[in-house]
């Protein structure tokens, strides 16, 4: 594109979204251009900021007429390198940020209708004032977005009860790559009409249309939850916990979390100020949380029965049990330290894995030893939705070896990490997705049948490739 239509394209810009929503000053654009883990500042030629639907399906539509790139961005909290562009300055960067409407709550029919840009947190609230629960629960969620937490198909803290966001999800509006709105707001449980569409448009990291609004359902609010930390010996241990508080709660087994002892390790360090809650260290600790619809000391009952059996067989070695909100509140912020202490800790190789949840212990011991192996002292920080199968499989550096030098042999870690995945039949991405980050991965562990009609699928939604360049594919 020539300097006069770039500039007329940026006219065209401000004509549809308002002057002050289309930003071109590199300081301007800089927060918008740095990914979250601070490995990469893309370049653009503009951010552009609309306010509703019809605003973001006039931008897709000139974009394609002039062949510009789109790279869809909610909070930027994505931790693949999805929602920056790349450095080549060609693409706009379109930030739902200002499509923030809670449009409708429909309590009998359980649904909240949402745009794409609400922050997740205030979906959370919204939902509570109702008397109600929207259970997607993440570390980021004051700042990620409804539209990011589907395109990603984010996963959290409650997958194990509620499932994924795309569980969460019953219908979607998005403007597609030619610039056209699909209305596909539907509140329907059960809907056989055809290709399933909405399915394509949750994981797709904005490669393939961009989502403007979602129904997501609602459940009713537990009104009984607990939060206990158990200390134990070895992953297998945390399975045989899993195994037996699943058989005795059931449904009532609302979160179950993994970390080792280096994960909390790392976190007393870098946040002394965040209570410890057992005097000795453990190898393993299990994060539980129970939620009962009938009441708290139903739940209490539960959770005491289960660690109590679990203390008494030998599974568990040592248990606390939050007593007050602001005590489970305690725990659950251990665990959401854990990647905040290791990005304060510098910078290390991250996996966002999942595995068939029996195969963990055999693959933590087989891939720890091979990376022992090939990089002897190295530090691994694990930890994860067990309950799930997914873990947070993280290598840093041995003691003395800077974390840059580290990085540099990133791709030789991500290899043994993920051909272990593989030999255990799991994916190499959990909940993150794919983004810019692992695009040769993918393309290194999934089967060519599998590529192929992803790629078909690309083509058929957005033939231009103006939609997210550069990821996934
Ligand atoms: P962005 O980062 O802005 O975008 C993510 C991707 O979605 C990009 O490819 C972008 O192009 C695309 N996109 C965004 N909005 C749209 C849209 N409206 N239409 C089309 N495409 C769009 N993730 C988990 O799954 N589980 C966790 O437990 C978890 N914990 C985290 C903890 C921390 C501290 C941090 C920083 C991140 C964590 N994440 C987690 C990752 C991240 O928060 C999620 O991926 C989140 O869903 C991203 O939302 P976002 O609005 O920030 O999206």
């Known amino acids: 594109m020539g300097d006069t239509s770039a500039q007329a394209f940026l006219q065209h810009l401000r004509a549809i979204v308002g002057t002050d929503h289309v930003v071109t000053h590199e300081a301007d654009m ?24 019809a605003q973001v399906a006039a931008v897709v539509r000139l974009c394609a007429g002039a062949g510009v790139p789109i790279v869809p961005q909610g909070g930027r ?23 923030n409407r809670i449009r409708t709550l429909d309590p009998a029919n359980r649904t909240m209708t949402v745009d794409a840009g609400c922050i997740l947190a205030d979906i959370q609230a919204a939902a509570e004032r109702a008397g109600m629960l929207f259970p ?43 610039g056209d ?10 809907d056989n009409t055809g290709y399933a569409l909405r399915e394509l448009f949750i994981g797709a990291e904005g490669t393939l ?41 059931g449904a009532a087994l609302t979160g179950f979390e993994l970390m ?8 007393a360090s870098e946040f002394p100020a965040l209570p410890q809650p057992f005097a000795e260290r453990h190898p393993q600790y299990a994060l539980v949380e129970l939620s009962s619809n009938e009441s708290e000391p139903h739940a209490q009952a539960l959770l005491e029965s289960g660690i109590g059996a679990a203390l008494e067989h030998g599974v568990a070695r040592d248990a606390v049990v939050a007593t007050s909100s602001q005590q489970a509140l305690g725990l659950w912020r251990l665990r959401e330290h854990i990647p905040l202490a290791q990005a304060a800790a510098g910078k290390n190789i991250k996996h966002d894995i999942s595995l068939p949840i029996s195969t963990i212990p055999d693959f933590i011991a087989h891939t720890d030893a091979a990376l022992e192996r090939a990089f002897p002292g190295c530090v691994l920080v694990t930890f994860g939705h067990l309950g799930d199968g997914n873990l947070h499989y993280n290598v840093a550096p041995p003691a003395g070896v800077a974390h840059a030098a580290f990085l ?21 991405s959990a909940e993150h997705g794919i983004g810019a980050m692992k695009r040769a991965e993918l393309a290194r562990t999934k089967s060519p049948v599998e590529l192929d009609m992803m790629r078909a699928i690309k083509a058929a939604l957005d033939p231009l490739g103006i939609m997210n360049p550069g990821k996934i594919l």
């Not at 080549?88 to 200002?98: K, Q, T, Y």
């Not at 080792?260 to 976190?267: E, G, H, N």
């Not at 540099?408 to 799991?426: E, T």
Request: net charge positive.
């Open 408 to 428: 540099l042999h990133q791709d030789a870690v991500n290899r043994i990490v993920h051909d272990a995945v593989v030999a255990f039949a799991g994916s190499i």
């Open 77 to 99: 909290t994505g931790l693949v390198m999805g929602s920056v562009p790349d450095t080549s300055g060609e693409a706009i960067v379109l930030s739902l940020r200002r499509l």
């Open 181 to 190: 709105i699909w209305d596909g707001l539907r509140a329907l449980r059960k």
């Open 209 to 249: 249309g961009v989502i403007t609004a979602a129904v997501l359902t609602l459940y009713p609010a537990p009104r009984g939850m607990l939060t206990a930390l158990v200390a134990l010996d070895s992953p297998r241990r945390v399975l045989e916990l899993l195994n037996l508080l699943q058989a005795r709660c």
């Open 30 to 53: 800089a927060t918008y251009l740095a990914d979250w883990r601070g490995r990469y500042n893309g370049r653009a030629r503009a951010v552009v900021l609309p306010l509703d639907t």
């Open 136 to 178: 997607l629960s993440l570390a980021a969620e004051g700042s990620c977005t409804i539209g990011g937490n589907l395109s990603t198909n984010a996963g959290g803290t409650a997958v194990l009860r509620y499932g994924n966001t795309r569980a969460l999800c019953l219908g979607l509006e998005v403007v597609t790559a030619q």
């Open 260 to 267: 080792s002892a280096v994960c909390l390790d790392l976190v």
